[in-house]
């Protein structure tokens, strides 16, 4: 079963970033044998990066290991609603501030698969419990 990547781990290799890059992308190397993916959402969140070109997204996960071509699927929908529903309920009763809903879908995506490589956990944690989480 294949990994999902987060947006913010795809941004750091992408980018080479200076604190984070080299974990991140020797996280994502360790597992590339059990199959990473990116979400849609994931590659909608990091094209501004591309210049706005989906093109050079999938090359640069493509050059990566990383699988881009999984759909979004009704049982991703079903989990990414539960884990609305969820932040929602938190939401009015004061409990969070951020309005994540790029993350409860990413969340959702990745319970389908072998859970999530995120330097964010607290993003997924209080809306996906089940939800297994690497940091790198």
């Given at each position: ?14 980018l080479a970033d ?7 992308a020797?996280?994502v ?13 994931s590659?909608?969140e ?7 070109q989906m ?12 699988q881009?071509?999984?759909d979004w699927?009704?049982a991703?929908t079903?989990?990414a ?7 929602v309920k938190?939401?009015r009763?004061?409990q ?9 879908q990413?969340?959702?995506f ?6 999530i490589?995120?330097r964010?956990?607290d993003?997924?944690r ?9 940091e790198?």
């Amino acid at each position: 079963m294949a990994w999902v990547v987060d947006s913010c781990i795809l941004l750091d290799i992408a980018l080479a970033d200076p604190q984070f890059g080299s974990a991140s992308a020797q996280c994502v190397a360790s597992r590339l044998a059990d199959g990473v993916v990116a979400c849609p959402v994931s590659q909608i969140e990091i094209v501004p990066q591309f210049g706005g070109q989906m093109a050079q997204v999938r090359h640069f996960l493509k050059q990566s290991g990383i699988q881009h071509h999984i759909d979004w699927i009704e049982a991703d929908t079903e989990a990414a609603a539960d884990g609305w529903a969820a932040y929602v309920k938190a939401k009015r009763a004061g409990q969070t501030l951020k309005r994540p809903i790029a993350d409860i879908q990413i969340g959702g995506f990745a319970l389908r698969f072998q859970d999530i490589i995120t330097r964010n956990p607290d993003d997924f944690r209080p809306w996906f419990p089940g939800l297994v989480i690497i940091e790198p």
